[in-house]
């Protein structure tokens, strides 16, 4: 298959490049300095001129603090930029895959939330990826998003500078302690992972709509530290906090972990985010 990737030096971009490589596939490498998503006029002619059966978005504007004060952004590429590649993936009858988040959600569940549940952001970032997800499943019917959580990979994420097993390890050693939020729950999602099961549903031809496409499981951000902290060999002793401590810009929901069984029916069994955790330290040598 010929994929393009936009987003393609991201932090789950980078890793779906090296996974469709590595299965075979030719790829077309998008970065912001060939296709700018803020310049939404120049989408049509620029994506227009490439040629792919298949395109993943793995962009976003996702600094969910600066996006409150930032919407107009934030609506620009995570919304009406991706209505502008589904129009173009419809004209070319290929398939977008589509990154979104489990911030659509309001946190209120007392399950793992399943694709169909309703809806809810509590933010700017939230609401701009949920317009993003209806935009483009309005604009082209072989749409598939893909909602992932909480991302670590070996290339860390450009837009939020590395990501939280990075930060934890490094304020770890230099401290000797952390203070966590220990009443957000969700699921720590190793981007390799997503990856695998991003081009698992692209080779199976699975159905268009919605999938949560994240480790098995689920965490808060204190166990994740402490299991961080304690895998990667950092002497640092973990204090668990209350999100009342740590105020931020951006509201958040208290639980976001996702049901992955629609994805794993398709992609098969998907690892627990321990069992991930323990591969992406090895992959960087903490292990
Ligand atoms: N990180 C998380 O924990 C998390 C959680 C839930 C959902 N997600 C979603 O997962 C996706 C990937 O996240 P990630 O962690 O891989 O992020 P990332 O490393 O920051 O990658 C984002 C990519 O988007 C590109 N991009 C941003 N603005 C652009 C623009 N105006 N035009 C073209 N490209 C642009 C960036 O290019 P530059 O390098 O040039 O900036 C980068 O390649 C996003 O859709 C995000 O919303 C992430």
Same mark, same amino acid.
């Given at each position: 298959?010929r994929i ?5 030096n991201?932090?789950? %971009?980078?890793d779906?490049?090296? =996974?469709?490589? *590595?299965?075979g596939?030719e790829?077309?490498?998008l970065t912001?300095?060939k ?5 939404l006029?120049a989408?049509?002619?620029?994506l227009?001129?490439?040629?792919f ?13 600066e996006?409150?004060?930032?919407a ?15 129009l173009?993936?419809?004209? $070319?009858?290929?398939r ?9 959600f309001d946190?209120l ?5 399943r694709?169909?549940?309703?809806? %809810?952001p509590?933010?700017v970032?939230g609401?701009? $990826?949920l ?6 499943r *309005?604009?082209?019917a072989?749409t598939?998003? /893909?909602?992932v959580a909480? /991302?670590?990979?070996?290339a860390?994420s450009?837009? @939020? %500078?590395g990501?939280?097993v990075?930060?934890?390890?490094? +304020?770890?050693r230099e @401290?000797g302690?952390? @203070?966590?939020?220990g009443? +957000?729950?969700?699921?720590p999602t190793f ?7 991003l081009?698992?549903? /692209?080779?199976?031809e ?8 994240v480790?098995s499981?689920?965490?808060t951000?204190?166990d994740?530290?402490? *299991?961080i902290v304690?895998?990667?060999?950092? @002497?640092?002793v973990? =204090?668990? +906090?209350?999100s009342d401590?740590y ?14 069984? $629609?994805a794993?029916r398709v992609?098969?069994? +998907?690892p627990?985010? =321990? ?8 992959? $960087?040598?903490?292990?």
């Amino acid at each position: 298959m010929r994929i393009a990737v936009l987003g393609a030096n991201g932090q789950l %971009g980078s890793d779906v490049v090296a =996974e469709a490589r *590595r299965r075979g596939h030719e790829v077309v490498e998008l970065t912001r300095a060939k296709l700018d998503l803020e310049r939404l006029e120049a989408i049509p002619t620029a994506l227009g001129a490439v040629a792919f059966e298949a395109l993943v978005n793995a962009t976003g504007y996702h600094r969910t603090d600066e996006a409150e004060a930032q919407a107009q952004l934030a609506f620009t590429i995570n919304a009406h930029a991706v209505e502008r590649l589904a129009l173009v993936c419809a004209e $070319k009858k290929a398939r977008l895959v589509h990154i979104s988040t489990d911030y659509v959600f309001d946190g209120l569940a007392d399950r793992p939330y399943r694709e169909d549940d309703p809806p %809810g952001p509590l933010n700017v970032y939230g609401a701009s $990826k949920l317009a993003g997800e209806g935009l483009a499943r *309005r604009a082209h019917a072989d749409t598939v998003v /893909l909602r992932v959580a909480s /991302l670590f990979g070996v290339a860390g994420s450009s837009g @939020k %500078g590395g990501n939280f097993v990075e930060t934890m390890i490094r +304020i770890g050693r230099e @401290k000797g302690q952390l @203070k966590v939020v220990g009443d +957000i729950t969700m699921s720590p999602t190793f981007t390799a992972d997503v990856a695998r099961i991003l081009l698992e549903l /692209l080779e199976r031809e699975a159905p268009p709509g919605v999938y949560h496409a994240v480790n098995s499981g689920r965490a808060t951000w204190f166990d994740f530290a402490r *299991r961080i902290v304690e895998r990667a060999g950092v @002497k640092a002793v973990v =204090e668990r +906090i209350s999100s009342d401590q740590y105020p931020t810009a951006a509201r958040r929901p208290a639980f976001s972990a996702l049901d992955n069984s $629609k994805a794993a029916r398709v992609a098969g069994e +998907i690892p627990p985010w =321990e069992e991930a955790l323990d591969r992406y330290l090895a992959l $960087k040598g903490y292990r």
